[in-house]
C-alpha cells in the first residue's frame, strides 16, 4: 500500500515523484511501462535518428485515416520509456508564449497565468552556460548547442535576408524572429526528465519505480481511486494507494486509461461495452497538436548530414570525437535553429514556427529517397482551430486507442499554414543560400500555385510531436480536471500531464510538462497538509 500511485515516468511524472519524495514519509509507487533510460540513443543526441521508429522505447502510434489531409494515417512517435518523450525528442527547450498561460487563467484557471506559473520554471531551469556551479536541487541542465551545422549557420544568415531578427540564442518564443535554439543537454548528452529528476532520487527508500508494467484498470469504489491493475510480462498484477492517484501518461496515455476504467463519455463507453463507472463527456476530446510542413533543397556540399560514402568516412571519425570529448556532430539535435512569424499581418502574436535542419527530412527519417546531401526547413502552425479526439479502438479497446486529430477541418488552419510554406520557401531561396543550393526537391518547383501548394500540404504535411488537451483543465461542461487537476467528479484522481492544456502552447511543449507536473506536486501537498 502506497500513499501515492503515479501512472507514467515522463517529462511530468518523473517532477512529481521527485517532489513528493522529499517527505520520507511519504510513499510512492511510480509505473512506466516501457524500461529504464540507459540506451546510448537516448544519452546521445543525434540518437533521435534511432529513437524516431525504435520498437522498444517508443509507442509508434498511428492514427485514424485523416479526412482532411488525404485520408493518411499519420506516425505519431510518443516516449516509452523513463523520461517518456522527453527521452527521445529533440530537446528544445523553451517556454510557452505568456499569453498562452494568461489565456488559460483567463478561462478559469485560477493559478496558471505566466506570472504565477513563471517562479516553477525559473526553479526546473540551470542554464549551465551561465552558472557553473551545479545547484543543490534537480533541475534540467540547459545549454546552447556544442555543436552547430555550418548550413545551420546559413539559415541564420537567411532569416536576416528575409528580414527577421536574429538572436544569439531562440530562448522564448514571445519575440519575432530567429535563432539557435536552447537544449536539454549538459556537457554534450540529453538531459531528461529522468535525468533531471528521477536518477537523483530513484535510490529513496519511499520511491519505488516499476518498469515494463503497462496499467490497464484503475480500480475504483465509489468516488475514489483505490489503486491500478497492470500488466508486466504475462503476469496481471496490482498495487493500492490510500490518497491519490496521479495520471501521468500523456495525451494520449491518461484519456485511453480513463476509457479503459469506464471514465469518459457514457454513451462511447456503452457501445464499447465497457462499464460506466463515471460519466465524464470530455475525456479525449480537444486534442491539438501543430501540423507541420517541410521545405527540402538538395546541396552541393557534403556538411550536412547525408548519405554518401564522404559523410560514412568522416562520420566514424565523428563518434570517436563524441567518445573521447563529448563534442562533435553527435551533438547535434538536428534541429538546430528555428523561428517565430507571424502567418498574416492581423495575427496578434507569432503563430509560426520554424525548425531548420541541415539534413533530408521526409516522413520522420524513414524515407527511402534520401541519397546525397540536402537541407530542410520545417514550419508548423501554432494555434490551431481544428480539433480531434482519443477514443477506444474500434476493434478491440485493449489493442490501444484509436487518435483522428482531424487536422485542417477548419479552413483557418489550411490559409495559414500555406502561409508558413511560402515563408520557408522565401528563406530557403534567399541569396545566402546561393552557393549552396542545387534545386527543391519539395514541394518541387512545378508546385507554385496556391491551389497546388495546399494540395502539396494535405499530401505530406505531418505532426511535430506536441499533442495536448485531452483531459482538458477548466469549469466548462467539457473539461475533465479542475485548476487543481483534480478530475471532475472523483475525489482523490488527478491527471498531470500535457493532457490538461485547454489550448495548445505557442512552441515545444516539453518544458510546460514539467511545470505542470511541478504544480501538480504542490497542489497535491497542499491538500495533504489541508
Known amino acids: 500500500m502506497y500513499d501515492y500511485i503515479i501512472v507514467g515516468a515522463g517529462s511530468a511524472g518523473c517532477v512529481i515523484a521527485n517532489k513528493l519524495t522529499e517527505n520520507p514519509d511519504v510513499s510512492v509507487c511510480l509505473i512506466e511501462s516501457g524500461p529504464e533510460n540507459r540506451s546510448k540513443l537516448i544519452s546521445t543526441p543525434l540518437g533521435i535518428g534511432g529513437l524516431m521508429w525504435h520498437p522498444k522505447l517508443n509507442w509508434r502510434f498511428f492514427t485514424l485515416p485523416e479526412p482532411h489531409l488525404n485520408n493518411r494515417r499519420l506516425y505519431c512517435p510518443q516516449g516509452r520509456v523513463l523520461g517518456g518523450s522527453s527521452s527521445i525528442n529533440a530537446m528544445v527547450y523553451m517556454r510557452g508564449q505568456p499569453n498562452d498561460f494568461d489565456l488559460w487563467a483567463s478561462l478559469g484557471n485560477k493559478g496558471w497565468s505566466y506570472e504565477e506559473l513563471k517562479p516553477y520554471f525559473d526553479a526546473q531551469e540551470w ?98 481511486a483505490v489503486g491500478v491493475r497492470y500488466r508486466k510480462g504475462n503476469n496481471l498484477l496490482e498495487v493500492r494507494c490510500h490518497e491519490e492517484l496521479i495520471l501521468s501518461a500523456g495525451a494520449i496515455g491518461s484519456p485511453y486509461l480513463l476509457l479503459l476504467s469506464g471514465i469518459g463519455p457514457e454513451d462511447e463507453l456503452l457501445a ?8 465524464l463527456p470530455g475525456v479525449g476530446k480537444n486534442l491539438q497538436d501543430h501540423l507541420d510542413v517541410t521545405v527540402t533543397h538538395k546541396c552541393n556540399t557534403q556538411d550536412t548530414f547525408g548519405l554518401s560514402w564522404p559523410f560514412l568516412l568522416k562520420f566514424m571519425g565523428e563518434i570517436k570525437k563524441y567518445h573521447q570529448s563529448k563534442t562533435g556532430m553527435l551533438c547535434s539535435n538536428v534541429a538546430e535553429a528555428g523561428a517565430f512569424t507571424y502567418s498574416s499581418p492581423s495575427s496578434p502574436f507569432p503563430d509560426l514556427q520554424f525548425h531548420f535542419t541541415p539534413a533530408f527530412l521526409r516522413k520522420h527519417g524513414f524515407s527511402l529517397d534520401a541519397l546525397g546531401h540536402h537541407y530542410s526547413l520545417r514550419v508548423c502552425l501554432l494555434y490551431p482551430k481544428s480539433r480531434g479526439e482519443i477514443t477506444l479502438n474500434t476493434e478491440n479497446v485493449y489493442r490501444g486507442p484509436d487518435i483522428r486529430f482531424n487536422y485542417l477541418a477548419e479552413e483557418e488552419d489550411l490559409t495559414k499554414l500555406l502561409s508558413g510554406l511560402k515563408q520557408a520557401r522565401e528563406i530557403l531561396n534567399s541569396a545566402a543560400f546561393s552557393k549552396f543550393r ?12 496556391e491551389s497546388a501548394m495546399k494540395e502539396f500540404i494535405r499530401r505530406n504535411a505531418e505532426t511535430i510531436y506536441h499533442p495536448v488537451g485531452t483531459c482538458k483543465m477548466g469549469k466548462d461542461p467539457m473539461a475533465v480536471v479542475d485548476p487543481k487537476l483534480r478530475l471532475h467528479g472523483m475525489s482523490n484522481v488527478r491527471v498531470a500531464d500535457a493532457s490538461v492544456m485547454p489550448t495548445i502552447i505557442g512552441g515545444n511543449t516539453n518544458a510546460t510538462a514539467m511545470v505542470i507536473g511541478a504544480k501538480a506536486a504542490d497542489l497535491i501537498l497542499e491538500n495533504s497538509l489541508s
Open 127 to 224: 542554464w549551465t552556460d551561465e552558472e557553473r556551479t551545479a545547484p543543490k536541487d534537480s533541475r534540467v541542465r540547459i545549454s546552447k548547442p556544442r555543436y552547430i551545422n555550418r548550413l545551420t549557420k546559413v539559415f541564420l544568415e537567411s532569416s536576416k535576408d528575409v528580414g527577421l531578427p536574429v538572436y544569439e540564442q531562440l530562448l522564448n518564443q514571445e519575440c519575432f524572429g530567429s535563432g539557435v535554439y536552447a537544449l536539454s543537454q549538459v556537457e554534450g548528452r540529453r538531459c531528461s526528465s529522468a535525468d533531471a529528476f528521477l536518477t537523483p532520487v530513484a535510490q529513496r527508500s519511499n520511491l519505488r519505480i516499476i518498469t515494463g508494467a503497462t496499467v490497464c484498470k484503475i480500480l475504483l469504489s465509489g468516488d475514489r
Open 438 to 449: 542545387v534545386d527543391e526537391v519539395y514541394p518541387g518547383v512545378d508546385i507554385q500555385s
Open 272 to 279: 464499447k461495452s465497457i462499464e460506466v463507472n463515471h460519466s
